[in-house]
Each structure stands twice: as C-alpha cells, then as structure tokens.
T-cell receptor, first 114, second 114 residues
Framework: EAGVAQSPRYKIIEKRQSVAFWCNPI?????LYWYQQILGQGPKLLIQ????????DSQLPKDRFSAERLKGVDSTLKIQPAKLEDSAVYLC????????????FGQGTRLTVV | AQSVTQLGSHVSVSEGALVLLRCNYS??????LFWYVQYPNQGLQLLLK??????LVKGINGFEAEFKKSETSFHLTKPSAHMSDAAEYFC????????????FGQGTTLQVKP
C-alpha cells in the first residue's frame, strides 16, 4: 500500500514570495490533515478536510494561508506571501475515516523562508 | 482546552537500559492518547494508542505505555534500548468528542549510547 505522498521535499524561498505544497493521501482515505511543525516543537494542526469539505481550520492563518482538496483526493496548501516565521516542516496526514483510526503521515515538506 | 506536556526535551540512555519517556495531558473529556516516533527526515509513525479498555497498551518495536487517569499520565517505556530507537518521540491527545485532530507535545529526543 502506497503511503502519503508529499512534494516537494524541500523548498527555499524569499520572504513575501508565494509557495505551494502538494499532498496525495492514501487511496480511499476520506480525512486529510495539514500540520505545521516548527523546529523544536510538536506538529500543530492547520486544517482538516473530510472528503472535500473543511472540518477544522481554526488555526490556519487565513490572511496568508489557503488550502483546498479538490474532488476529495489530492490537496494543496499555499502560502502567500511567506514570512520568516513560516519556516517549518509541513506534514500531510490521512486517515480512513474521521475520528480515531490511525493517521498516516507523509515525509513532509521542509520550507525555509530567507 | 486540551494540552500535552512531555517532561524532558532530551533523554539519553545506554544501549540495553530502560527507556522512560514522560507524558502528561490535560483534557476536560476522556482522552484518546497516542505516541508517535519520528526518525530524521521522516514523517511520524504511530507507536501505540489508547482509546478504551485495557490501560496498558503494547505497541510496535517493544514499546508500551500505561494510561493512568488519576495521574493524567501516559508514559512510554521499553525495557531495553536499542541503537535503532534513537529518534524523536511525540505524545499526542485527541479528545473523545473530537474529529480526530491530534494535539502534540513538544517532543522528546531519545539518544542511545553504545
């Protein structure tokens, strides 16, 4: 079974530029999560999708971050414009159903804003 | 609000020694509790989880954890450390009334010395 795929693995951009990350969850997984992991901290949920609907985006900085999950499969997370404090690893995860089944994580995208 | 505190950001043990990683949580509702492991440049992998039932939970790679409601703790243990256990470990909580969102602690880096 293929895991959660994310791209790119690494990205370096200048502040005020825009960037997009892509995630392909495990086939058949209805729930998709984007987490932000700042160096030295645990992951923090940015947004959760159930199929193509948003369940929780309470911690998403909506003035600069956006996310979509077209057709309830792939998802993209965008930052525009980026700030230095956005430097982090962005982790995508998916689970079969909403709730307490195991969430499977991708390898993440490491973003460096200079 | 739910939160997780991991005591000790770095733990160092000798190979073959007991591993003990501490986790305390706060939750206003019965929690579901998780331990994840993260190897360098990898995503998070589930070690074990507590939902309901037996309070002593066994996971992969010889790890186990015990849910102690009276102490609001969910400490992770392994009787004998192996060099391959060196990684970062995250404790996480998900309130039972939630949709699957995970709230993570700040992580504990485990170093195993030969």
């Amino acid at each position: 079974e293929a895991g959660v795929a994310q791209s790119p693995r690494y990205k370096i951009i200048e502040k005020r530029q825009s960037v997009a990350f892509w995630c392909n969850p495990i086939s058949g997984h209805a729930t998709l999560y984007w987490y932000q992991q700042i160096l030295g901290q645990g992951p923090k949920l940015l947004i959760q999708f159930q199929n193509n609907g948003v369940v929780d985006d309470s911690q998403l900085p909506k003035d600069r971050f956006s996310a979509e999950r077209l057709k309830g499969v792939d998802s993209t997370l965008k930052i525009q414009p980026a700030k230095l404090e956005d430097s982090a690893v962005y982790l995508c995860a998916s689970s079969l159903v909403q709730g307490y089944t195991e969430a499977f994580f991708g390898q993440g995208t490491r973003l460096t804003v200079v | 609000a739910q939160s997780v505190t991991q005591l000790g950001s770095h733990v160092s043990v000798s190979e073959g020694a007991l591993v003990l990683l501490r986790c305390n949580y706060s939750s206003s509702v019965p929690p579901y509790l998780f331990w994840y492991v993260q190897y360098p440049n990898q995503g998070l992998q589930l070690l074990l989880k507590y939902t309901t039932g037996a309070t002593l939970v066994k996971g992969i790679n010889g790890f186990e954890a015990e849910f102690k409601k009276s102490e609001t703790s969910f400490h992770l243990t392994k009787p004998s450390a192996h060099m391959s256990d060196a990684a970062e470990y995250f404790c996480a909580v998900s309130p039972s009334s939630n949709t699957g969102k995970l709230i993570f602690g700040q992580g504990t880096t485990l170093q195993v010395k030969p």
